[in-house]
Structures are given as C-alpha cells and as structure tokens.
C-alpha cells in the first residue's frame, strides 16, 4: 500500500499570500496517479486536480498542481477568504487500492 | 448536474451491519465510464476508500476491510449500496459516495479521481 503523508499539518497564511502544499508517497506514484481535493467544513470534499497537475472543471487558476514520483505540490498562487479549508491528496497509482493523505489545514493568519 | 445522495439509518448498534444507499440522479449509473465509490471519514480525521463498483456488479474493496464490505449496484433504481458488518465505535464516520473515473492507459484500465461527491452522511455506532 502507497502512504502519502502531507506536510506542514497546518499552513497559517493571510488572504493574498501564496500557499504551498506538499504531498509525499512512501513509493512512486506511477504515471502522476495523483489527486487534491479541498474539504470545508460540513461539506464533502471537492475535486481540484487530478493527474498531479490537471485541473478539474470550474477550478480556479491560482490552484496549480506539479510534481512526479513521490513529491507533489499544490500551489495556491494568491489565497482568497474561500480558500482556507483543508486540502487531501489521493493517489490512485496502486490502482484499486486508493489511499488518501492525512490533510493539510490552511488557516487564516 | 450529476448529484449523489446518501440515505440510511443514523445509528447503529455495535455487532449489527451498518446499511447504506446512495441515489445517482441527473446522470446513468450504466455509464461506460465510471465505477461508483464509498469513502468514510471518522469525525475531526482523514478519509479513507472502502470500495468500489461498476455497473455490472465488478467490484474492488480496500483490503482492510474486504472482510466485512459488501456492495451492490441496482440499475432500475440509479442506485449503489453498501453493508458493513460487525460495526464496532470505530466505524463511526460520515460515509460519503462518490463517482470514480476510469482511465485507459496503454490499454490498461485504472480507475482514478473521484467526483462528484455526495453530501455525505453520519453514522454512528453506539448501543
């Protein structure tokens, strides 16, 4: 089983400031199988990219996502009030056997 | 606009099987592309995948709990469903269900992403 882990645990930031994410696997996540979500609270999680790096429909600019291998990123260029949630990753190179990282808290500053 | 929605009991008591369905609307269930997931997560933790399925019944569990998970699909009703046996305090969660996307890869199928996302549902296990 593929174990991503996230770091930092939580992100303290101010609205306008840049945010950066990471994602690490415990082995290579073939072909990029790699997903984020954005979860806030009382709310399901919501898509934001997929493949590492390819956003999903309705998803902003400013989230950008890059990395291969066992290191991933998630970038959210310019951080807006909604975006301080929490973001997961997911890989799904192990495919059928999925895995999620335990979560990054962006909070506000 | 794809939506899924679970239903089931809120509460169940530890030993029994926890029972639960999630309504596909605004979409197929029978569509090609797609396996349909559950995923829970126990309050204030990260998510976890307890498994998946096709429309034709084909079906993937997570390994850790393959023991206990059974789901099934019913395409009359654009439905999928999901049973958890044996449920003790630690199978309290918000169960969401979720569509997943198959990729085909070099003529290999992975399945991968899940969306969208049902609201997600809250059971709990107590006596």
């Known amino acids: 089983e593929i174990v991503l882990t996230q770091s930092p645990g939580t992100l303290s930031l101010s609205p306008g400031e840049r945010a950066t994410l990471s994602c690490r696997a415990s082995?290579?996540?073939?072909?990029?199988?790699l997903a984020w979500y954005q979860q806030k609270p009382g709310q399901a999680p919501r898509l934001l990219i997929y493949?590492?790096?390819s956003r999903a429909t309705g998803i902003p600019d400013r989230f950008s996502g890059s990395g291969s291998g066992t290191d991933f990123t998630l970038t959210i260029s310019r951080l807006e009030p909604e975006d301080f949630a929490v973001y997961y990753c997911?890989?799904?190179?192990?495919?059928?056997?999925?895995?999620f990282g335990p979560g990054t808290k962006v909070d506000i500053k | 606009q794809l939506q899924l929605q679970e239903s089931g009991p809120g509460l169940v008591k530890p030993s029994e099987t926890l029972s639960l369905t999630c309504t596909v609307s605004?979409?197929?269930?029978?569509?090609?592309?797609?396996?349909w997931g559950w995923i829970r997560q126990p309050p204030g933790k990260g998510l976890e995948w307890i498994g998946s399925?096709?429309?034709?019944?084909?079906?993937y569990y997570n390994p850790s709990l393959k023991s206990r998970v059974t789901i099934s699909v019913d395409t009359s009703k654009n439905q999928f469903s999901l049973k958890l046996s044996s449920v003790t305090a630690a199978d309290t969660a918000v169960y969401y269900c979720?569509?997943?996307?198959?990729?085909?890869?070099?003529?290999?199928?992975?399945?991968?992403?899940?969306?969208?996302w049902g609201q997600g549902t809250l059971v709990t296990v107590s006596s």
């Open positions: 979720a569509r997943q996307t198959m990729i085909t890869f070099g003529g290999v199928i992975v399945l991968g992403w899940f969306d969208p």
């Open positions: 493949g590492a790096s």
């Open positions: 399925i096709y429309y034709s019944g084909s079906t």
């Open positions: 605004g979409g197929s269930i029978s569509s090609s592309s797609y396996y």
């Open positions: 997911q890989q799904y190179g192990s495919s059928p056997v999925f895995t």
């Open positions: 082995q290579s996540v073939s072909s990029s199988y």
